[in-house]
């Protein structure tokens, strides 16, 4: 079994930054990739940012320049910094890591009000 533990949301205002954090742990064999989604009051989950084993990764269009995903691989742990953030960044964000299924985390809570 494995357990993903967000940390880091909370309440920030517009230009401001946050970090959130994503532990991973239990019976982990190989992850594939790690990743960041997000989902707003009445929308859909979307991802907002990916890494990939080797490294690569990808962002949604409206974070880029904005927001990095990284991780600590020794950890299993995922990491998203986010700056300059704005009113339409405020969502739940959701971990998740791709082994051999996909596991989810139970959600952060980001406002971004002033």
């Known amino acids: 079994q494995v357990q993903l533990v967000e940390s880091g949301g909370g309440l920030v205002q517009p230009g401001g930054s946050l970090r959130l954090s994503c532990a991973a742990s239990g019976t982990i064999f190989s992850i594939y990739a790690m990743a960041w989604y997000r989902q707003a009051p009445g929308k859909q989950r979307d991802l907002v940012a990916r890494i990939r084993d080797g490294g690569s990764t990808n962002y949604a269009d409206s974070v880029k320049g904005r927001f990095t995903i990284s991780r600590d691989n020794a950890k299993n742990t995922v990491y998203l910094q986010m700056n300059s953030l704005k009113p339409e960044d405020t969502a739940v964000y959701y971990c998740?890591?791709?082994?051999?299924?996909?596991?989810w985390g139970q959600g952060t809570h980001v406002t971004v009000s002033s």
């Open positions: 998740m890591i791709s082994t051999m299924r996909d596991y």
